[in-house]
């Protein structure tokens, strides 16, 4: 199976920062990476698929970079409404493994 | 708009049985791959099982294979679970999600609400 690690585990940062989450693979998959944002009692949602590409709808300020085993969420200007738990997931091979999640919390 | 909800959660002893199913609506059923997704209470997302628009290949998690079995009915929009020898860990909210792919997988674009199954005696 294909382990994908997320850092950091969790994350405080205030109404305005830039943001960066780390997804690493432990094995080289080119672009087959996806980012979710979910929050409490919530149904995850799809921000970023394919490495990169933004899914409709999510705004701009989110974007997602990396290929291989090394892969990144970033969010430019924080807004109150992405305080969550972002998680990464790979959908090169079964199983769809995700990472352990990123808690982002207000500082 | 596309719906996905998911029913059948509930409490059940181990070793017992359910059958989720997920209603879809809002899209042609028939062109996309279909996942289960789970999460068990405080934990992160498990990826449990997925089945190709057409039904044609089914894959499963290495902790439910051999007791769960995945299906769906075009001529009723759903999707199913079946769960069968349940255990203790089994127990969490699952979730269906609707593919962006229609005959590749590309990513879980859409989720129901989550049904919660807890096995206890």
């Known amino acids: 199976d294909i382990q994908m690690t997320q850092s950091p585990s969790s994350l405080s940062a205030s109404v305005g920062d830039r943001v960066t989450i780390t997804c690493r693979a432990s094995?080289?998959?080119?672009?087959?990476l996806n980012w979710y944002q979910q929050k409490p009692g919530k149904a995850p949602k799809l921000l970023i698929y394919?490495?990169?590409s933004l899914q409709s709808g999510v705004p701009s300020r989110f974007s997602g970079s990396g290929s291989g085993t090394d892969f990144t969420l970033t969010i430019s200007s924080l807004q109150p409404e992405d305080f969550a738990t972002y998680y990464c997931?790979?959908?090169?091979?079964?199983?769809?493994?995700f990472g352990q999640g990123t808690k982002l919390e207000i500082k | 708009q596309v719906q996905l909800v998911e029913s059948g959660g509930g409490v059940v002893q181990p070793g017992g049985s359910l059958r989720l199913s997920c209603e879809a609506s809002g899209f042609t059923f028939s062109s996309y791959a279909m996942h289960w997704v789970r999460q068990a209470p405080g934990k992160g997302l498990e990826w449990v099982s997925f089945i190709w628009y057409d039904g044609s290949d089914k894959y499963y998690a290495d902790s439910v294979k051999g007791r769960f079995t995945i299906s769906r009915d075009s001529s009723r929009n759903t999707l199913y679970l079946q769960m069968n020898s349940l255990r203790t860990e089994d127990t969490a909210v699952y979730y269906c999600?609707?593919?962006?792919?229609?005959?590749?997988?590309?990513?879980?674009?859409?989720w129901g609400q989550g049904t919660l199954v807890t096995v206890s005696s």
């Open positions: 394919s490495a990169f």
């Open positions: 094995q080289s998959f080119s672009s087959y």
């Open positions: 997931q790979q959908n090169y091979r079964t199983p769809y493994t």
């Open positions: 999600a609707k593919d962006l792919g229609g005959n590749q997988v590309l990513g879980f674009a859409y």
